[in-house]
């Protein structure tokens, strides 16, 4: 066989099933992310308390009735599950996609869950939160619950993606507007409070209010991740965004960004798997 054909018979087809299999693999692979943050404002009585984020699903399905992300969240063991928008997609809208996996998570640990910006944009949206309250998802919609934790509680606080409120000159006026709605009448104001938002970007809205640790989606990592560099875009933070992905601080307050699950308008992941995040709660001092 002359070389000019084992090219074209053998090598480059290889080489594009290898392609093909990377980018399945980049698509589908799902990554846990930990981590371990300590606080002195954490109540006593307990050992460790942990959250497992979602984040947009974008009513991706992985696998037969969601089994392969199931089988994940349930070794982590969560106390805690929270899912941060976007948990279906306007623009390839599957309920049943969406449906499968809350209704698996709940039947591991309590669930709360925000709304996102394809929530807001899917007309069909409105007759799955029903469902998912039915199912027993609390629905945290510019409200606050209170968690017992050891001899005292968290504060869990949920708010709309800024497009469900239209007025305000801007996102930060938005979120600032939902965060008050949220936290009126609030009971045990000294607790360790955590906030659940869709957007990371409105991260000094969330340490001007003094909130502990914020959980929040929305970037998808990117989208295209180049090695030793980072993100290349991300909605609402264009090109190179600062706040795609890990756990950043300031001023005494922690945003942990879920790199996402799925995938909306550009279909594919470079670099930047499918992300689910374990975090671990302890009484104390550090992070990590």
Do not use: C
Request: aromatic content about 10%.
């Amino acid at each position: 066989m002359s070389r000019r054909k084992r090219w074209l018979l053998l090598y480059i087809p290889a080489f594009i099933l290898a392609i093909y299999l990377f980018l399945h693999f980049e698509n589908n692979a799902i990554e846990i992310s930990t981590h371990r943050i300590a606080s002195e404002k954490l109540p006593q009585g307990f050992d460790s308390y942990r959250i497992v984020q979602l984040s947009d699903l974008q009513s991706k399905m992985f696998g037969r009735d969601q089994r392969p992300l199931l089988k994940k969240v349930e070794k982590l063991k969560p106390d805690l599950i929270v899912v941060t928008g976007d948990l279906v997609d306007a623009h390839h809208y599957d309920g049943e996609a969406s449906y499968a996996m809350m209704e698996g998570i709940v039947r591991i640990a309590p669930v709360y869950m925000v709304v996102g910006n394809h929530e807001y944009s899917a007309a069909e949206y409105p007759k799955l939160e029903e469902r998912l309250i039915k199912l027993g998802v609390r629905v945290l919609r510019n409200e606050h619950d209170i968690i017992p934790l050891g001899d005292g509680f968290l504060r869990l606080v949920g708010v709309d993606d800024p497009l469900f409120n239209r007025e305000g000159d801007g996102s930060a006026d938005k979120l600032n507007m939902h965060l008050a709605e949220a936290m009126e009448d609030i009971e045990h104001p000294e607790s360790y409070t955590i906030l659940l938002s869709h957007r990371p970007e409105l991260f000094d809205v969330y340490a001007e209010q003094g909130l502990d640790l914020t959980f929040a989606g929305h970037a998808h990592g990117g989208q295209f991740r180049i090695p030793f560099v980072g993100g290349v875009y991300s909605p609402e933070q264009g090109f190179w965004p600062k706040l795609s992905e890990g756990k950043h601080d300031k001023n005494g307050s922690s945003l942990i960004i879920s790199r996402g699950l799925g995938n909306s308008v550009i279909p594919q992941r470079l670099f930047n798997r499918p992300e689910m995040i374990s975090v671990d709660l302890v009484r104390g001092g550090g992070t990590s």
